[in-house]
């Protein structure tokens, strides 16, 4: 059902997307639909998955009784997430990019994707890109607009919700990568709490 509703918004926001200055008000609608049916997965797939261990008895409270559960089941979460945003990034890198002429070059692919390919999901670009120019790049965006209404009781449960919520937009990069060629491990951090919604994303390109 999750993977059902995410296929609608990419499909919604394909839509508004063909005429920015025409549709810009109905892209900031599938934009702001979009965060809360993401907010809702989340916590759908929380509710069947929960991380908690409870003290009483397993099932008593519709929690769970260990430590390796609670592991297994952000596994899950994780990769559901992932698997989510990878399809959609596939499916919105093969729109923007096609047509553009052919890249070769991993610097120009990435630079791509902190360009086009984000102006045309977020309406605007990146804030920051650096590489070792070793096939590692980190790229920092200081006003996520996906994780302007995360908060939580202490600035740990609120960086663990912020990395959850990052998931989907790190399965979103790696799927672009792979439609323009590229292979990669991409994972998101959040470096200064107090500092959202700014975060970052380090991107690892396999060789070969």
Known sequence: MCVYWT???AK????????RTINHTMIEVADGCFQQLYG???RSMLERYPWQVN?????????IS???EAAAHREAVI?????MGYDVGCRFAERTARDRPRMFEPLDVIKFVCKDFWIAIFTKQID?????HRGIFVVQDFSFRWLTSISAATEQETREMALLFLVFPCGLIRGALANLGLTAIVNADVP????????????KIKQG
């Open 192 to 203: 200064d709490v107090r500092a959202l919604p700014g975060c970052l994303f380090n991107i």
């Open 66 to 68: 260990t430590a390796e």
């Open 128 to 132: 920051k890109l650096q590489t070792n």
């Open 79 to 83: 990769i559901k997430l992932e698997a």
């Open 7 to 9: 296929y609608i918004y």
């Open 40 to 42: 809702e997965i989340v």
């Open 12 to 19: 919604i926001y394909t839509l508004t997307h063909k005429s």
């Open 55 to 63: 003290s009483s008895e397993k099932g008593a409270t519709g929690g």
